[in-house]
């Protein structure tokens, strides 16, 4: 009987307990997104992050790749716009009226043109009665020059990027056993110095592949138009020549007493 009084209070905690359930049930997917939140920082600041630990050589290597990217988009361009300004068709025109023995033609045909071959054969054509072979070369160095803008620099950045990541291994290695007298904080700093020579290398390995592809193709991108405008200044100087020939045939049998 005595038992009866006591089941109201049991009956009264009961909802307080349930409530304290419910209020940690209710905490527990707030304190969930923690490290999430924490983590999306780091995830944002990994290159920075990278950036820092690899030591003071990260600036020029940064300035290096800024300068790679730059001139590797320029060239990219450049590039495009020539294959848009090919006219192989008109070259064939004037190869035609040359053949013919239509000077002024082909000239006008040549006239005008941003093609490369078409622009070296109209120089090569006004100045025929000067120095034919001086202005093909001339017209062609002037082509091949502007083909070959900024090689040398990207030459220059493939060689230059893992000599900096070499510098900056080397001065990582110091850093790393410039602390080994320090047991306290050795173990720290030697990592951080690996890490730093690592993180130069890694970057600096990197920009020289991505310098060396471009720079290989661009080179033989040049190759090949030097080739065409040797091959096409080649065809003029034989062309002007024999109709020179034919010309002088001409005049010499016109000369001929008649029998």
Known sequence: MDVSP???????????????????????????????????????NFFIDNFQKGGPIMWPILIVSIVALTVVIERCF??????????????EKVFTAIETGDVNEASKLARGSRDPVLRMLWNGLNHQHASLQGALQVAAGIEIKRAGRFLVVMDT??????????????????RSFSFLGNEELAVQAVTGGIAEALIATACGLGIAIFALIPFNFFTSRVSNLEFEL???????EVMLEANAKAKREAEMTSTLPRP
């Open 230 to 236: 040797q091959t096409a200044a080649t065809n003029l």
């Open 78 to 91: 450049w590039w495009g716009a020539r294959w848009f300004r090919r006219d192989p068709k008109r070259v």
């Open 157 to 174: 950045l493939v060689t230059l990027a893992p000599l900096l990541g070499l510098l900056g291994t080397i001065t990582g290695l110091i």
């Open 6 to 44: 006591a089941a109201p209070g049991a009956t009264a905690a009961a909802p307080g307990a349930t409530a304290a359930a419910t209020a940690a049930a209710a905490a527990s997917p707030a304190a969930g997104p923690g490290p999430t939140t924490e983590a999306a920082p780091k995830a944002k």
